[in-house]
């Protein structure tokens, strides 16, 4: 299982523990064993407590089994890693395997139904890959406080969570009953939540967009094409590279080929991802892909989600801005169906590089815009004091879009974002990508193209 694999698989459990401001979880789970390479450890089924992190979820971990009573514990030893162990989830240290296993592992699966295993044994024998189907329980911990990562406009929201869960706490204790108090409050909650994102100012929409449990572009293609995405990699050229991603995957029994951009769902993630700004070579790999698509006569879905293209020399050396404007070129006149979706942040080439289509939608909080507000500031006021107005001039939010007619739709997002409900965000996606796509697939390429290069060319003009 790829780094790839194990990101997007997990992003679903996603955390923002970095912060400090989620809290953990116990998960009860029963594993089956199978694929055991070698005959020596013949365990046939084990459970398993674990104690999930966010920071953690979905990258491999090297774990110690150190006795503790009559059973055994997994002990985190190093940092995730990315070497020879990089296809396994758990990579676990041992001397023995014993029969029955009751342990806890310090590791976040989020919502998967599969884990992968390596059980590495230090004596020479070498390495034994494990893979296991798990059954998960989630349970709530008594000792640990569930809180979302809140914004500094939900301020209110905070406040009424924590006296949520002191309820909570106290119904649970039996003492007394507060179940009426927390249906009350519950309700309170969802009106709170709903009257705030019902007026959002443009600044606050930009903030929800980077909200660090906000899915990003992998979750979106293995949520829409239900773990069936296969993605190919290279421009042929330099490198791969990772900040752009892309691949064909089954949406709805057709083949599609999704291309996007990936921030990264951690610290680590994000350095590997260059923080979702691809170089050169990721455009390249894109229209690659999406020649590649044409070829075969498939569909194209773009998943747009980055900060803008890398701004740094040797971006600049490699041909940073011919790449950009050569995608701008060819997807003008490809001959497929093109769907561009912004999930997040649209900002400047980096955004457009991708984001020539047949359909170009926007999720309710997403923001699309030649420049960041920061940067606007910067420029014009020499610091980043000015973004709240810049980001009301710049006209960036989705209803600004689609009333200049720079866009074709806008995607419902649940109250209170895209990261609180992240399988209802999947699903309006997979609606709206549905819904456009038979119309575009029944006209004809010369149509299509025609269309499309009217529609941008038309963009600015006044009469």
Not at 328 to 352: D, H, W
Not at 384 to 405: C, F, Y
């Amino acid at each position: 299982m790829s780094i790839e694999a194990r990101e997007h698989k997990s992003s679903v459990g996603r955390a923002a523990s970095e912060a400090g401001t989620r809290r953990n979880r116990f998960v009860q789970i029963d594993v089956k064993r199978r694929n055991i390479e070698s005959p020596a450890h013949q365990v046939q089924r084990f459970k398993t407590n674990i104690f999930i992190s966010g920071p953690r979820n979905g990258r491999a971990a090297e774990m110690k089994l150190i006795p503790v009573g009559s059973g055994h514990k997994f002990e985190r030893v190093t940092e995730p890693l990315y070497g020879k162990h990089d296809c396994c989830d758990i990579v676990v240290t041992i001397g023995s395997l014993a029969q029955h296993l009751k342990s806890e592992i310090y590791f976040g699966i989020g919502e998967r139904k599969h884990v992968q295993i390596c059980f590495f044994y230090p004596d020479g024998r070498g390495t034994e890959r494990l893979y296991c189907e798990i059954n998960l329980t989630f349970r709530p911990s008594k000792h640990t406080l569930i809180m979302p990562v809140l914004l500094e406009f939900e301020e209110s929201i905070g406040v009424l969570i924590e006296q949520l869960e002191k309820a909570r706490a106290l119904n649970e204790k039996g003492e007394v009953d507060m179940s009426k108090a927390v249906k009350d409050l519950e309700k309170k909650i969802e009106q709170t939540r709903a009257k705030i994102y019902k007026n959002l100012t443009p600044w606050q929409q930009v903030q929800v967009s980077r909200h660090p449990e906000r899915p990003y572009t992998l979750s979106y293609i293995d949520a829409l094409t239900e773990g069936s995405f296969l993605e190919l990699h290279g421009d042929r050229t330099v490198k791969d590279d990772k900040a752009m991603v892309g691949g064909f995957g089954k949406l709805a029994g057709q083949s599609v080929m999704f291309v996007g951009q990936q921030k990264g769902i951690n610290t680590k993630m994000r350095q590997y991802r260059n923080f979702g700004m691809p170089n050169p070579e990721g455009y390249r790999k894109a229209l690659r892909l999406m020649k590649m698509a044409e070829k075969f006569n498939k569909p194209v879905v773009t998943i747009i989600d980055t900060p803008g293209a890398f701004p740094g020399l040797e971006a600049e050396e490699r041909g940073q801005g011919e790449a950009i404007a050569r995608n701008l070129y060819e997807m003008a006149k490809l001959r497929v169906p093109i769907i561009c979706v912004v999930i997040g942040e649209g900002a400047s080439g980096g955004a457009l590089g991708i984001g020539v289509g047949d359909k170009v939608m926007m999720l309710e909080h997403a923001w699309y815009s030649v420049i960041s507000p920061e940067n606007c500031s910067t420029i014009l006021w020499r610091n980043w004091d000015h973004k709240v107005e810049a980001a009301e001039a710049l006209k960036l939010t989705a209803k600004d879009m689609l009333k200049n007619k720079l866009i074709d739709g806008i995607i419902k997002e649940p109250v209170g974002g895209a990261h609180t409900d992240h399988a209802k965000t999947f699903e309006a996606v997979k609606t709206a990508i549905l819904k456009e796509l038979p119309k575009l697939k029944a006209m004809t390429p010369e149509d299509r193209i025609e269309k499309r290069i009217r529609k941008f060319a038309s963009m600015g003009v006044t009469h």
